[in-house]
Nanobody, 125 residues
Framework: QVQLVESGGGLVQAGGSLRVSCAAS????????MGWFRQAPGKEREFVAA????????YYADSVKGRFTLSRDNAKNTAYLQMNSLKSEDTAIYYC??????????????????WGQGTQVTVSS
């Protein structure tokens, strides 16, 4: 079992920045990919970014590429999603998720086994 807790969400003006974090606990000794998804009101959950077990490989949705940066500190079992140049369309609940096993560019939410409770990010225009 892996438990995930997100933090750092909030309200920010368009063009601003925000960093959300995801702390993992439990059986973190296993190899796993950490990903972020988001869900806006009335929309389906969508892939945002993912990072490999060692942190050396990342993959981003086209909508956030060049604006968001995902990193992880395995000593702290924590992943960080730095979000810059935020737009109103980035408003959503952001969820951290874990996929067990080696790196693959997996964007389907049903491929991720463990999920956090989500943190709200609101961008005002």
């Amino acid at each position: 079992q892996v438990q995930l807790v997100e933090s750092g969400g909030g309200l920010v003006q368009a063009g601003g920045s925000l960093r959300v974090s995801c702390a993992a606990s439990g059986r973190t000794s296993r190899m796993f990919v950490m990903g972020w998804f988001r869900q806006a009101p009335g929309k389906e959950r969508e892939f945002v970014a993912a990072i490999s077990d060692g942190g050396g490989l990342t993959y981003y949705a086209d909508s956030v590429k060049g604006r968001f940066t995902l990193s992880r500190d395995n000593a702290k079992n924590t992943a960080y999603l730095q979000m810059n140049s935020l737009k109103s369309e980035d408003t959503a609940i952001y969820y951290c998720a874990v996929r067990l096993g080696p790196w693959e560019r997996v964007v389907r939410s049903d491929e991720y086994r463990y999920w956090g409770q989500g943190t709200q990010v609101t961008v005002s225009s």
